[in-house]
């Protein structure tokens, strides 16, 4: 059974930064493995915001994250972070972890019904 645990979520003022994490049990990435960040403000549809194939390279971001946004797999920890600078505060809202096993092309943000997901941590962020 998977198990994903967010934490690192808060409130921070415009132009600052937060890092995510989330701690992963129970899934062994291979070649089809993809882990993911998603978000939901209220009163609008979850998004992806990014997303990665732990065995390699590949990456794929939300246009409106881009550059400010990075997302990263640490093996050893078995954690998924996500490195959010110059926040806006319309990246405020509930983010999600998840986790499946995708064939290529599927891992992708728009992808949003992902088959693992963690409970959500808050992300607030003033003006």
């Known amino acids: 059974q998977v198990l994903l645990v967010e934490s690192g979520g808060g409130s921070v003022q415009a132009g600052g930064s937060l890092r995510l994490s989330c701690s992963v049990s129970g899934y062994t990435p291979n070649s089809g493995a993809c882990m993911g960040w998603f978000r939901q403000a209220p009163g609008k549809q979850r998004e992806g915001v990014a997303v990665?194939?732990?065995?390699?390279?590949?990456?794929n971001y939300g246009d409106s994250v881009k550059g400010r946004f990075t997302i990263s797999f640490d093996n050893a920890m078995n954690t998924v972070y996500l490195q959010m600078n110059s926040l806006k505060p319309e990246d405020t809202g509930m983010y999600y972890c998840?986790?499946?096993?995708?064939?290529?092309?599927?891992?992708?943000?728009?992808?949003?019904?992902?088959?693992?997901w963690g409970q959500g941590t808050q992300v607030t962020v003033s003006s």
């Open positions: 990665m194939r732990p065995v390699s390279s590949y990456t």
């Open positions: 998840a986790t499946d096993f995708l064939p290529l092309g599927r891992c992708s943000v728009a992808t949003t019904t992902m088959r693992d």
